[in-house]
């Protein structure tokens, strides 16, 4: 029996650490775009629509569950990741098997004077009219909207990986804007540093939650920047979804135990697709 685990994050990090620990076969699941986490376990990036001559992620996800005799599925994305989600909830449904999420709490913008949650990113446009250096930590997709900035504007976007070469030959002839290419996690005084040095006077960045991002919001309180943070996407609502990690794992812990008791052994089917 093996767990997939679909991770990407540092909780998910923790939640294959913890698995080997216990014992439990896993594979770690990630895309691999930016980096490979150090794990003494089995390690698979590049998506499932490689196993799908249509490039279907769920017909991929299915072959790949019975190919490699999945007996499990752990949703520890990241919060924004709601298609990777939704693929796992239908493939798990497909294939009768459990499916545990671990859903990192968001951080609440209640009583923080300089946050403001916003639904879309075009809602935080109308927001940074009045700045004239916003800083943009949502990754590629702020290369987007640079045609919707004002004129007096100087945009600062930061991401794990540059833009591709379309893009890069698009935005050629630009020179209001800076691209930082950087990978997490970052310290608060890595961030203080880059908000002194880049003189941004606002952040726009994703309620990605968890401990591991705080260090800008904590930074932009020190120089006294607002900071205006894109909602999450709303995943798909499946059976068991915890918001600690010991919690998730305890319940895989208890059901692996069940199955070694079962003669039976879980089902793996997918012949519902």
């Known amino acids: 029996m093996t767990v997939l685990l679909l991770g990407g994050t540092f909780e998910a990090k923790a939640i294959a650490r913890q698995l080997q620990a216990t014992d439990i076969p896993f594979v770690y699941s990630l895309a691999g775009i ?14 499932f629509s490689q196993f799908s001559d249509k490039k279907d992620p769920t017909e991929g996800l299915v072959r790949y569950i019975k190919n490699r005799n999945i007996s499990a ?3 520890a994305t990241h919060p924004f990741a709601a298609n990777m989600s939704a693929t796992a909830a239908r493939v798990a449904s497909l294939c009768d098997l459990p499916l545990w999420r671990y859903y990192r709490p968001a951080w ?15 809602t935080a446009l109308t927001l940074i ?8 930590t949502i990754g590629l997709q702020a290369y987007e909207l640079l045609t919707e900035k004002t004129n007096s504007q100087h945009w600062i976007i930061r991401s794990a990986t540059s833009p591709g070469e379309e893009q890069q ?33 606002v952040i726009i960045c ?68």
């Open 34 to 47: 930016v980096r490979t986490p150090d794990l003494d376990g089995e390690t698979f990036t590049g998506g």
């Open 206 to 273: 994703k309620n990605s939650g968890g401990q591991v991002g705080l260090a800008k919001l904590d930074a932009a309180k020190q120089v006294g920047i607002p900071v205006i943070l894109l909602s999450r996407p709303i995943k798909v609502t499946v059976e068991k979804q915890f918001d600690t990690i010991e919690e998730c794992i305890f319940c895989c812990k208890q059901w692996f135990k069940k199955q070694g008791s079962n003669t039976n052994g879980p089902k793996h089917n997918g012949s519902n697709l």
């Open 108 to 122: 609440v913008t209640k009583n923080q004077r300089n946050w403001q949650e916003v639904d879309s990113r075009e």
């Open 129 to 136: 009219t009045e700045y004239k250096r916003p800083l943009f």
């Open 73 to 75: 599925i752990i949703d």
């Open 169 to 201: 030959h698009a935005l050629r002839h630009r020179q209001d804007y800076s691209h930082i290419n950087d990978i997490g996690p970052f310290k608060f005084d890595n961030e203080l540093t880059l908000l002194q040095e880049t003189q941004a006077d």
